[in-house]
């Protein structure tokens, strides 16, 4: 991914897209398509840069060309070193009374704290645990997951939620990621939690056919919350939870209609930050 340049700093390309805010959902889905593990969102005035790591400088560039037409777009890069400085500035999440979620670099005082403590490193470009999404999703599996569950984690990232779910009590949990990436990153903060013997991960982007969980978390963009709605029905058991994030407000109602139409409940509704998340339940 990276390479040196002349003075001996290893470097990044990452993608820069700049979009409005009614195509910010098309433009992070294309990122997502194309690899991105994750998507910073920088407001630009009434603008939105979307900035993501796809590969090497080339994988970009064709990136870069093939959007043009639609999207402002460019390759920017990024010398990795001092990106790392991020870390020193890293903040526990503390999700509610019952969970936080810890840089795996930071001392693990919130252990004192809270009943269940969540160590991640993203390492490259997966996400901490710390955007309003994932912490909406977090947050309805405390409430709403019931001890010695099955559970599907699409979207798997770093593993956040899969190792929430685990620590949580669940007795098998598979996660999917469309990023190369990410199956070894959520593997290896599995195993930094403790719970790699629940805990299954895989490279994907499509539910598995055949088998059914108690627990769907799915923590995408909408347009792939809604091209992926029967597959996700069909892959809860009758009775089971769906929980859905990833959402912009003006888009809300669209997953949840299309969900009830599949036979789905709406049992908890969540807003946090400009993002929402939902819970149903699958009524037939």
């Known amino acids: 991914?990276?390479?040196?340049?002349?003075?001996?700093?290893?470097?990044?390309?990452?993608?820069?897209?700049?979009?409005?805010?009614?195509?910010?959902?098309?433009?992070?889905?294309?990122?997502?398509?194309?690899g991105a593990r994750a998507i910073e969102e920088r407001h630009v005035g009434?603008?939105?840069?979307?900035?993501?790591?796809?590969?090497?400088?080339?994988?970009s560039t064709a990136f870069v060309d093939?959007?043009?037409?639609?999207?402002?777009?460019?390759?920017?890069?990024?010398?990795?070193?001092?990106?790392?400085t991020w870390k020193r500035y890293a903040k526990p999440v503390v999700v509610n009374e019952k969970l936080a979620i810890v840089p795996a670099w930071m001392d693990v005082?919130?252990?004192?704290?809270?009943?269940?403590?969540?160590?991640?490193?993203?390492?490259?470009?997966f996400g901490l645990g710390d955007h309003p999404t994932t912490?909406?999703?977090?947050?309805?599996?405390?409430?709403?997951?019931?001890?010695?569950?099955?559970?599907?984690?699409?979207?798997?990232?770093?593993?956040?939620?899969?190792?929430?779910?685990?620590?949580?009590?669940?007795?098998?949990?598979?996660?999917?990621?469309?990023?190369?990436?990410?199956?070894?990153?959520?593997?290896?903060n599995a195993e930094r939690n403790g719970v790699s013997e629940v805990t299954e991960f895989f490279q994907g982007s499509t539910v598995p056919i055949g088998e059914q969980f108690d627990v769907v978390a799915a923590n995408i963009l909408a347009p792939v919350l809604l091209d992926l709605c029967g597959p996700i029905v069909r892959s809860v058991e009758l009775g089971g939870t769906i929980m859905l994030s990833g959402l912009r407000i003006d888009r809300r109602q669209d997953v949840i209609n299309r969900y009830v139409a599949e036979g789905c409940r709406l049992v908890d509704d969540l807003l946090l930050e400009g993002w929402c998340g939902v819970a149903m339940t699958k009524q037939q």
């Open 1 to 34: 991914m990276g390479s040196p340049n002349s003075g001996g700093v290893s470097q990044a390309a990452h993608v820069v897209l700049t979009v409005d805010a009614a195509e910010f959902e098309l433009a992070a889905d294309a990122l997502r398509q194309s």
């Open 46 to 59: 009434n603008a939105i840069e979307l900035w993501a790591v796809l590969g090497d400088s080339a994988a």
């Open 66 to 84: 093939r959007w043009r037409d639609r999207w402002q777009a460019r390759v920017e890069l990024v010398d990795l070193t001092p990106s790392d």
């Open 109 to 125: 005082r919130e252990k004192e704290h809270f009943p269940f403590v969540v160590s991640i490193d993203p390492e490259e470009s």
């Open 135 to 188: 912490r909406i999703v977090v947050d309805l599996l405390c409430r709403l997951m019931a001890p010695e569950s099955t559970v599907l984690d699409m979207g798997a990232g770093s593993g956040v939620l899969s190792i929430v779910a685990a620590l949580l009590g669940a007795r098998r949990v598979v996660g999917i990621d469309r990023a190369i990436g990410a199956v070894g990153v959520a593997q290896r």
